[in-house]
C-alpha cells in the first residue's frame, strides 16, 4: 500500500493524503520562488512535495502535520529543511 498520495490541484497546490495508521489529509502551497529555492530545479515540484512529506514524516507522526501550509513554513520548525535539496532520497528514514 501506498504511504502517500499526491494531486495537483493547480500549479502552486498540492492535496497529499498519508497513509498511515490515521489516514490524513494536507493542502500544500509551493510557489514557484519556494520550487526554486528548495530543488534547484533538480526534481519536480511532485518530488520535491514527495521528499518534503518524507522528511516531515521522518520527524513527526502525520496526525502532527498541519493541515494547510506553504512549504516555507516546514524551515521554521525544522531549518535542517534549508537543504533538502542536498539530502538523497535515501538520507529520509521514514
Known sequence: M???NINK??????????????TTRHLIHLSDNSY???SNN?????????K???????KEKNTSILDEF?????ENY???FSK???MGWLDIKV
Do not use: G, H, M, R
Open 9 to 22: 490541484i493547480d500549479d502552486n497546490n498540492y492535496e497529499v493524503i498519508v497513509f498511515k495508521e490515521v
Open 78 to 80: 525544522f531549518p535542517e
Open 52 to 58: 518534503a512529506f518524507l522528511f516531515l514524516l521522518s
Open 84 to 86: 533538502i535539496s542536498e
Open 36 to 38: 526554486l529555492k528548495y
Open 42 to 50: 533538480s526534481i519536480s515540484k511532485e518530488q520535491l512535495i514527495k
Open 2 to 4: 501506498k504511504t502517500l
Open 70 to 74: 506553504d512549504i516555507d513554513e516546514i
